[in-house]
Nanobody, 125 residues
Framework: QVQLVESGGGLVQAGGSLRLSCAAS?????????MGWFRQGPEKEREFVAT????????YYADSVKGRFTISRDNAKDTVYLQMNSLKPEDTAVYYC?????????????????WGQGTQVTVSS
């Protein structure tokens, strides 16, 4: 069992930056889990943003965030991050951290086993 707690959301102007954090806790070894970030905007489906392998050596991004967002992890701190730069109003959403019980990353929501409660990101124009 893994518990995930996101932090770092807030209100930012377009063009600004935010860094989200997701702290994991539980008995399992954090590096055994691939981690992902998803988001859900108003009246939208939850969508994939970024994912990272257990070792941190493999990452994938949604086309809409490629070149602006960076996912990373610190396995010593059981934490995954999402650095978001050049934010746009369309990035406004609740951002969720997710973990899957294998170390290889996936982009599909259904491939993840554990979810955080989400953190709100609002980008003003």
């Amino acid at each position: 069992q893994v518990q995930l707690v996101e932090s770092g959301g807030g209100l930012v102007q377009a063009g600004g930056s935010l860094r989200l954090s997701c702290a994991a806790s539980g008995r399992s070894t954090f590096s055994n889990y691939a981690m992902g970030w998803f988001r859900q905007g108003p009246e939208k489906e939850r969508e994939f943003v970024a994912t990272i392998s257990g070792s941190g050596g493999t990452t994938y991004y949604a086309d809409s965030v490629k070149g602006r967002f960076t996912i990373s992890r610190d396995n010593a701190k059981d934490t995954v991050y999402l650095q978001m730069n050049s934010l746009k109003p369309e990035d406004t959403a609740v951002y969720y951290c997710a973990a899957r019980r294998v170390s290889f990353p996936r982009v599909e929501r259904d491939d993840y086993d554990y979810w955080g409660q989400g953190t709100q990101v609002t980008v003003s124009s």
